[in-house]
C-alpha cells in the first residue's frame, strides 16, 4: 500500500509509492527511452491498459475495442490506490495516511504521432469535457478532497510514454502549494474585497505588455513573477473558483485559446518540453469569492530545477514581456 | 540591472535576470554542452574569473596566479547586482525591486577532475570555512538579509561549468522556502517549547531505521518525508539557528561526515548528480530558539521535477527506510 507521509516543519504532503519501490540500479539503469515498439495506449492494444473509466468513441463500437477518440484508465501504475481506508495516525513527530486515491490516465488521441497542438479544436473541447466528468465523478468520494489534474510532455517533462496523454491524481489531502494559493487569495480578498486573480486580469489587460492573446471568455498572460522562461497562465474572464463550473460555450472558447497558446510555444520554442497543471479549487473549500481557477503551463528550457525546487527561490532569465511579445507576434 | 518580482498570489520572489535576457533561440541552442575545451576555474586561467574575493593560496605566492587551493570569486554572469539602491516599489497588483544581492562561485579545487567526494577531508574543511569567512562578510551589508549557499553537481543538476564548485546567492529578502521552514519551526517550538529538529534526531536516533550514519557532532539521516529519492539530510546534534556559529571541531566534524556521504552517494547511485543546499537563520531573525541549521542533499534521479515543481506536490518511488539502508550498508 503506497503511504502518504507529511514532513513535520513545512507540512507538505508526500506519496512514498512502496509499490514502484525502486532500488539504486533502477535509476542508473534509467537511461534514454528507445522511441518505437510497442505502444499500450494505441489502438488495437486497449488489452494492455486497466479497463476503460470513461471513453468518447463512435457509437456502435464496444468497450475497450478501438473506434474511440478519447480514453480514460486507470495508471496501470498509480501513485495511489482507490481501494481501503485512511488510517490516519502519527509515529511521534510524524503524520502518515494510507496512499488513498486514484491516479488515472487520460489518452488524448487514438493516433500516436498527434500532440495537444496537432489535434482538433474539437478533440480539444472533449478533453476538457473529460476532466470535468472524472472530477465530478470523484466528487462522490468522501474520502478524496482534491484533484490534480496536469501534463507532462515530452521526456525531460517526465512523460514516460510518448503517446499523448494527461494525468489525474485525486488526493485525500489539498496540496500545500493549492493551500497556499489559496490563503494568499483569500488574504487580498479580506483586504480588497476583491478576487486578485480578477485585479490581475484588469491589469494585465490595461497594460498589455504581458497578454498574449484573448477571446471572449479567455486571456492568456505571461505572469508577472514567473518561475520560468516563457511560462504561461490561461484565466478565465468570469470569475469562478471551480473548473468543473465551466459553461459549455467556455468550454469551447478555451479549446480555442489553449490549443492556439501550444501552437505559439511549439513555434517560438521549436516544440518544447513543458508541464501544465490545472488550479482549481478544492472539492469544500469554501473560497467561491476569492479564488479563480486557471492553468498554468510551464515549458521546460532550463536545467535549473534542481536548485530551485529545493529553495524555493527562482532565477528565470527571460523577462516576461519578453516572452509574451514573442508569443504574441508569432505567426502561426 | 536584474529586477526581483514578487508572485502576488503566493508571495515567491523570482529574479528576473534581465542581462542575460535569453531569446527563444538560446534555449534550442542550449544542447549538451562539450567537455574538455578552456576551463576558466583551473589554475592558470585566473585571469577568466572575476578577481578573488576570498583564496586559500600557499604563502608567497599573489593573488589571481596559481598556488591556490579554494579560490572564491563574483560569478561572471551574476544574477544579482551588488552596487545599487533597492528602489522598492509596487505597479497596481504587483511589487518589485532591484536585483540587488551578491552572487559569487566558490571553486572548490585546483584540479579539474575533483569532485567534493575525491577532495580531502582538510580541503572539504576549508570550503566550509569558505562558507562561513563570506557569510561573516556579506552580513555587514545592511541591504541583505540572507545567504542562500548551494551546490549543483553534474550538468542535469543544473551545473553549467564542469570544474567542482558551489556557489552562494546573497539576497535583500528571505526565500519563500526558508519563511516557510523558520514558522514551521517556530509554530512548533510555541506548542511545545522544544525545537522541532532536535526532537527529529531524537526519534531518527532511537527508531534508527532513516539513519545514514553519525560521528560526534552531527547525524546524516533520509527524512522521513522525502520529496526525492536518496533525499539526505545532515543535522548538526548541538542546537544551533546559524551555520557560521559553527565551532572549529564542528567543523572538522562536519566535513568528515559530509565527504563520507556524498562517498556514499557514489558509490550507491554510481556518482549521481545532485544539488545540496544549506538551510541556515536569516542575518536577523529571532528564531534562535526554534530553528536548527541544517544541509539538504537531493540527487537528481528521477524527471518528475517540472510537474512536482510546479504543484508542489511530490511521488517518490523509494520509501526513505529503504534509502537510509543502502547508504548505511554501502562498503566505502
Not at 539503469?29 to 468513441?57: H, Q, S, V
Not at 468543473?244 to 460555450?249: A, M
Not at 517560438?268 to 503551463?297: K, M, Q, R
Not at 515549458?299 to 523577462?319: D, H, Q, R
Request: charged residues 25%; hydrophobic residues 35%.
Amino acid at each position: 500500500m503506497p503511504e502518504l507521509r507529511k514532513d513535520p516543519i513545512i507540512g507538505r504532503w508526500v506519496i512514498i509509492s512502496t509499490e514502484r519501490g525502486m532500488r539504486p540500479t533502477d535509476f542508473t539503469m534509467m537511461e534514454e527511452k528507445k522511441k518505437g515498439g510497442f505502444c499500450p495506449f494505441c489502438p488495437g492494444n486497449e488489452g494492455a491498459t486497466p479497463p476503460e473509466i470513461l471513453c468518447y468513441r463512435e457509437n456502435s463500437t464496444k468497450p475497450n475495442t478501438p473506434g474511440w477518440s478519447l480514453r480514460v484508465v486507470a495508471n496501470k501504475f498509480p501513485a495511489l490506490r482507490v481501494e481501503g481506508e485512511l488510517n490516519r495516525e502519527g509515529e511521534g513527530v510524524y503524520d502518515r495516511m494510507n496512499g488513498i486515491g486514484a491516479h488515472e490516465v487520460i489518452i488524448e488521441s487514438p493516433y500516436h504521432s498527434d500532440t495537444l497542438s496537432t489535434i482538433s479544436v474539437k478533440n480539444f473541447e472533449d478533453l476538457l469535457w473529460a476532466f470535468r466528468d472524472r472530477m465530478i465523478d470523484l466528487r462522490k468520494d468522501a474520502r478524496l478532497k482534491y484533484v490534480l489534474i496536469f501534463k507532462n510532455q515530452g521526456e525531460s517533462a517526465g512523460a514516460s510514454l510518448e503517446h499523448t496523454h494527461s494525468q489525474l491524481i485525486a488526493l485525500p489531502i489539498v496540496p500545500k502549494r493549492v493551500t497556499e494559493e489559496l490563503e494568499g487569495a483569500k488574504a487580498y480578498y479580506s483586504y480588497k474585497e476583491r478576487c486578485i486573480f480578477c485585479d490581475i486580469i484588469r491589469q494585465e489587460t490595461k497594460q498589455g505588455s504581458r497578454v498574449i492573446s484573448e477571446n471572449q471568455d479567455f486571456i492568456v498572460i505571461a505572469p508577472f513573477a514567473p518561475r520560468s522562461p516563457f511560462e504561461t497562465w490561461i484565466l478565465p474572464k468570469r470569475h469562478s473558483c471551480a473548473f468543473d463550473d465551466g459553461q459549455k460555450h467556455e468550454f469551447e472558447n478555451l479549446a480555442r485559446i489553449f490549443s492556439d497558446t501550444l501552437k505559439r510555444l511549439d513555434k517560438v520554442l521549436s516544440t518544447p518540453p513543458y508541464n501544465f497543471i490545472l488550479h482549481t479549487a478544492p472539492f469544500s473549500n469554501g473560497c467561491g469569492d476569492s479564488y479563480h481557477w486557471h492553468f498554468e503551463i510551464v515549458p521546460k528550457l532550463v536545467k535549473i530545477a534542481g536548485f530551485e525546487w529545493g529553495s524555493g527561490f527562482y532565477i528565470n532569465p527571460t523577462p516576461p514581456e519578453e516572452s509574451a511579445r514573442f508569443m504574441r507576434e508569432v505567426k502561426l
